[in-house]
């Protein structure tokens, strides 16, 4: 080791590493010496000489005074060409090189005139966010500083044309070095959220686009620095990525209890960059458009976006009539919107919504519970979304339990994600997989509960999330039966995985013991068999390879069929719906207002969330128009049970309304009526909606409709089970289908889980009468096409 490197060790120490603002000290004690052993060096490479319009600088880390005991020194010899021949500047660089070489320090060395410097800054994009740091230090300063200006001015001047070349930068070194606060060994200089992107922050501030976040974010960044010094401390090398073999050395000089604490706080801190530069990048590309597009004043741009919610320069904001102070539910109405859209909450928002609203009463209103459900039905929008909430306090408040797993690392050669970013994968991955299962609702609940067991000294992490997701399921109001089926597939969500890798899946006693641990429900089963996969291909390629998915699927069939086998019931294959047999009692007002032709409309609201009873002479086309009505006003049908009695139509809907209204509006009432009496003038609102674009905030966009037949459910009607992604006027589309396939809907029973319907359909011939089954067929393909045209 040579006495330069020991001198830069000796000035790291080890004592003050635990001590809180020690780094800063630290850094700036080695960026001393550094200045002062190359100034030494100049002199000695002078030899006596004055060398006009030649100078030595440093970019990177010395110059920013934050390089660790074993960085790479990165230096540019700068000088005027009318000074030193070329020649000569060669030489003179030889004799500034070579002694920094021999004393084993890692250089990084360039020659440049100013013009150079220039010129390599236009052509490269690194070069030039680095030349943004360029300090003088040894010779002609004035050299430096028409080096260091220059290149600032230009990098303002060309803000716009190198803004998109940055964005795309970054998007790319995050790809491919993936987030530093998710991985179990992370690169702290190239993830994202790591030393790279605060280089990024300040080459945005220096063009003068936007201003960036202090205070939180200079604080996570000097807690990287500090994990950054320890590893060239424990390692003696200058490495920038924390493996497994390190952690432990690694936290002990930090003063940490054990790795996983260490991890926690990196994870944390990296979470903090990562999130203030994806924002003020955004809001640079935001401030150029502006500059760029503006004629004359320039007024803000809002597109609606539902409940509220407006899109403004790729973020989600709050319109002015939102009303924060007295609804608890505004911030999942406003995440489910955003999350649906794929954009993120703006900053402002999210400040606003958790220092505002208040807090969700318990248990949950209905209304919430749906909302949640379509929250994490979302899709790969809920990453970018449930980011802003946690970082804002939000889903701490929602889910208290959240704390103890945020940031926890996993060092399991398996997962390649912290467990809180590894729940909300596995919760991404099941939102593909929500037209397999009857209940998706209760999927996404498992999915983003399966591992919140993880905390520091639980014995079996599956047995301890089955009592926190149980208290969780409490507090958020979930029936007793869908609270039980969620805490098993908590408590088992390892048991067919495990099975099937372990034990002979063709073996009865294999079979039995995977029936038991689903209760003998092949409901549970499937959600067990979509759970296993989103888990396993959330952890990585190597807890899910096409080996093990094969011997899953193979004991989930073995296992289904048994079950199948011993119920006479079509139990997994749908919400079926047995129709009661059953009269219609009416009270005197009820029938004197349907005598006279006026159809009976009755509405009432409970917590946000709104039965609507409608009975009328039946007509074709009634079950449609209401439908478009409802999705006219923004609704979203929770559940409905529409059928036909004693030739009147007898409606019921569930719906939640678009801004949480209670009592809703009297013109719904009088629509309805309007509607139930065939003047079909209200729907034309349902166009406009559609025109807008607002969606609702059930939508989104995963696999194709599925529709099927339900062989001898019914013995005079015949049965038709819809699976599809919900949108405003899905229900009227198929409405009118079935109508312009001349059949008749006797009943239709409608619900709605987490963004998707699933919808059962009694239908006949007019007049009565099972369909063919060349008409069935033909009724299942239109149905489909219907629900899959955009």
Known sequence: MTDVTSRRLDLAGTRTFATPGAGQTRRRALAEFGFGWLQELWREACAGRRHEGVALAAVGSLARGDGGPLSDYDLVLVHHPRGLSGKEVGAFADKLWYPIWDAGVRLDHSVRTVADCRAVASDDLSAAVGLLDLTHVAGDADVVNAARSTVAHDWRANARTRLGEMQDSVVQRHARQGDLAHLIEPDLKEAHGGLRDMSVLRALTAAWLTDRPHGEVDEAYERILDVRDAIHVVTGRGRDRLTRDDQDACAALLGYTDADDLLTDLSTSARTIAYAVDGTLRRAMQSQRARTLRVGPRRP????????????????????????????????????????SGIPLSPTTLKNLAATAPGLPEPWPEVARNLFADLLASGPGLVTVWEGLDLAGVVERWIPEWQAVRSRPQRNAVHRHTVDRHLIETVVAASGMVRDVARPDLLMLAAVLHDIGKVPGSQDHSVTGAELADTVLQRMGVTDADRRIVVSLVREHLTLVELATRRDPEDPATITALSDAVGGSATTLDLLRALTEADASAAGPKAWSDWRAGLVQRLYEACRTALTAQSNQTEGEGALVVEPIETLSLSDDALDLIASGEPYVTVSSLGGAHRIDIIDRDRAGLFADTAGLLAAHGFVVRSAIVRTVDGLAVNEWWVDSPGGETPLPPVIARDLVRVGKGDRSPLGKLQRRKSSGVRSPGSGSVDSTRAMVISSASESATVIEVRATDRPGLLQDIGITLARASLSVRSAHIATYAGQTLDTFYVTEFGGGQLAPARAAQAVAMIIDTCDAD
């Open 301 to 340: 741009q809002l597109a609606p976006l539902g409940y509220g919610l407006y899109r403004h320069d790729g973020e989600a904001v709050l319109g002015p009539s939102a009303d924060l102070s007295s609804d608890p539910i505004i911030p999942m109405r406003a995440a489910v919107v955003a999350a649906r």
